[in-house]
Nanobody
Framework: QAQLVESGGGLVQAGGSLRLSCAAS????????MGWFRQAPGKEREFVSA????????YHADSVKDRFTISRDNAKNTVYLQMNSLKPEDTAVYYC???????????????????WGQGTQVTVSS
């Protein structure tokens, strides 16, 4: 059974950094694009970052551009989200997801993703 498991969340002060990991198992994810989404209490799930199957193309929401970096290691079936200069508004549950879609527009839409992890909490204190 295909499975995505996130890790690396936690509590950090504003201005700090965290690195999230998403380990994939149960099937080959190397040919799938991967994405990170987040959901804060009382808000809709929103797109954060996405990366093509090869890792050669990345996309970021404007709110995290220049602060977050997405990367992947296909040999390890793992995707990473490096988060720097964290702000209190980054507080949310962060989800990893996988999709067979390739269009830039689709990669920003949660409905395009076929597989989801259980999420990891990120809390940024002011």
């Amino acid at each position: 059974q295909a499975q995505l498991v996130e890790s690396g969340g936690g509590l950090v002060q504003a201005g700090g950094s965290l690195r999230l990991s998403c380990a994939a198992s149960g099937r080959t994810f190397r040919n799938l694009a991967m994405g990170w989404f987040r959901q804060a209490p009382g808000k809709e799930r929103e797109f954060v970052s996405a990366i093509s199957w090869s890792g050669g193309i990345t996309y970021h929401a404007d709110s995290v551009k220049d602060r977050f970096t997405i990367s992947r290691d296909n040999a390890k079936n793992t995707v990473y989200l490096q988060m720097n200069s964290l702000k209190p508004e980054d507080t949310a549950v962060y989800y990893c997801a996988a999709t067979s879609s390739v269009s830039p527009a689709a990669l920003r839409m949660s409905g395009a993703y076929d597989y989801w992890g259980q999420g990891t909490q990120v809390t940024v204190s002011s």
